[in-house]
């Protein structure tokens, strides 16, 4: 299995991935919503069953993870990629107030998180599970009916249908037999967290630890009129205004040169920003770079920008987010299927360069 | 005035009329600077559903003269503010 064939995966079929993508926390206790509200950057108005993206941050307004919220009936169950449930639990007990009235539970060494992702992880979860998956709406949980215990969150970072299913580590082996087996007729494949993160990447999702929600087009995930974790500066970040923005681009075609984070951005020879991640892009075969960019120059259809002192990146133009066309945005699941895929008039994944 | 400088005030002339739209239109709990131009229009980001969908084809419509196709394009089209503005500057 190569890296292309994974990325293939989840773009065009459906992908497992069981290596730890996060830390698991359980707050429970009469004041759980108050706890978990002092380290949300968004209010928590949440039904049971429905979840939350937002982000952890830290006390100077910097994303330290990505981070998703469930409630299930009074609890909140919470999926943070960047900090491990071990390090969620210690930003709980020294932010979270009335301590006493709520818990915090680590479930890294007890539970799994297995992740489905691509356009027809649905198809493959219904098969699994039953057709009633085929209705759950994005951004709710769901408990496996056929895995007790077990509970799925319909959410995904890579533009397709994601699930990720929390499950306890005793059980958690049935249940990947069973994805396999099931996953079979859809040409199922493994992938790693490089995959998924390219994805993200390609589809303007990708987050970057460290960097402020401000300039990484995160703003929907948080809120400016409430208290929590992190407020106070990015609201003062905010009132200073915003100076850099951050921007897709890509390489051009057939180019490998993959530049590196942090590295300065030019265009006629003066600095326009730097490089916050990029990596090579089987799907597209261009590099594609997610950077920071002078607020004057973070729109799409920039080109000639170079990477200083890397002439393999070639030049870079800027581009809008996603960079393909999702697959998963043109399923219609009461008629489509992966047996049938050939069958529909669906656009190119590439979009048009 | 270059090429591309005139290119990118255009760009910003159609976000800003977009942002009025989605805040004073369709009565997004945004604020105008919060709409960042690359997050989705619908399912997470702005959080749009299908009413809104067809509000804001309207406005869009009206706003700037241009169709914007009830087919799978036209959805490809509305992923976000920037490829909505891609749109409009290409049919425009």
Known sequence: MTFADEVAGIRGSAALTIEPLYGIVRVTGPAAAEAVEAISPRALFL?????????????DGAIQADLFIGRIDREYVLLADGVTGTALCAVLAAHAPQADAWQAIDLDATHDVISVNGPYAWELLAAVESDHVIGVPYLTSFELESAPGARAF??????????????????????????RERGRELDLVDATRD????????????????????????????????DYLGAEALRRRRSEGVRRRSCLMVGPAGGQGVPTSGASLLRGGAPIGRVLHARHSPTLDRVVVLGLLDLRLAHPGVDAIEVADDPAAGALQTRSAPLLHNRSLFLDLQIHSYASRADGDFPDIVRGT | MDELTERLRRREEVLVTLRSILVRDLRVRLAPDQIDPDIPLFGSGVALDSIDAVDFVVAIEHAFAVRVPDDMMGRAA???LNTTIDFIIEHS
């Open chain 2, 78 to 80: 509305l992923r976000s």
């Open chain 1, 47 to 59: 039904r049971s069953g429905q979840i939350l993206h937002t982000l952890l941050l830290d006390d």
């Open chain 1, 195 to 226: 995959a998924l993160e390219l994805c993200a990447l390609e589809n303007g999702f990708f987050v970057v630890r460290g960097s402020s929600p401000i300039e990484l087009q995160l703003q929907w995930r948080v809120d400016y009129d409430r």
């Open chain 1, 154 to 179: 319909r959410s995904g970072r890579t533009g397709e249908f994601g699930y990720e299913i929390l499950i306890e580590k005793p059980s958690s082996a049935a249940l990947i037999e069973r994805i």
